[in-house]
């Protein structure tokens, strides 16, 4: 479970536990970690259920169909790992490691914070979707990207990154 925002830079903190009830939309996320700070996006899946990615690089998106972050279940964000011009918002991701804190800034201007608990990789056609994208009673978060080797002929990498919060 997450703590209070300690070093939360705009709104009130909330801890994960006060704020399950209803959160309001993200508008940014922050990882100081691996120095990021980026705009969050809401994303919408396609026609066969799979979360859309954003279409700008240096922006991530939220799955606007599942929860807030804050709220009760699994909160996903999703971003792009590099471009044909070089690396993208989720670059650094796969640097992440557990104890890192993940800070999501909402629309009401409070800030929920996760803790990292780890990090993984997986192959897009083996990704554990109940582990990924449904979570306990909780308020959990995941952020997305893509990893491992890339794909010449499918112009795809062939895993994802996933980091796994709390």
Avoid: Q
Wanted: net charge positive.
């Amino acid at each position: 479970m997450g703590g209070t925002a300690k070093d939360a830079a705009a709104g009130p903190a909330v801890r994960v536990a006060d704020s399950i009830a209803e959160a309001a939309a993200p508008v940014r996320l922050r990882v100081p970690a691996i120095k990021l700070s980026t705009k969050v996006i809401p994303l919408r899946l396609d026609a066969g259920g799979r979360l859309a990615a954003p279409k700008s690089f240096d922006r991530v998106g939220w799955n606007e169909a599942g929860p807030e972050p804050g709220e009760r279940g699994v909160a996903v964000v999703a971003g792009h790992v590099d471009s044909t011009t070089g690396p993208a918002v989720f670059y650094r991701l796969r640097h992440l490691r557990k104890g890192d804190r993940v800070h999501v800034d909402r629309a009401d201007g409070s800030t929920v914070t996760f803790v990292v608990g780890r990090v993984a990789r997986y192959p897009k056609s083996r990704v554990p979707d109940k582990e990924v994208y449904h979570g306990g009673k909780d308020a959990e978060l995941r952020l997305i990207t893509c990893g491992g080797t890339f794909d010449r002929a499918r112009r795809s990498y062939r895993d994802n990154v996933i980091v796994f919060a709390r």
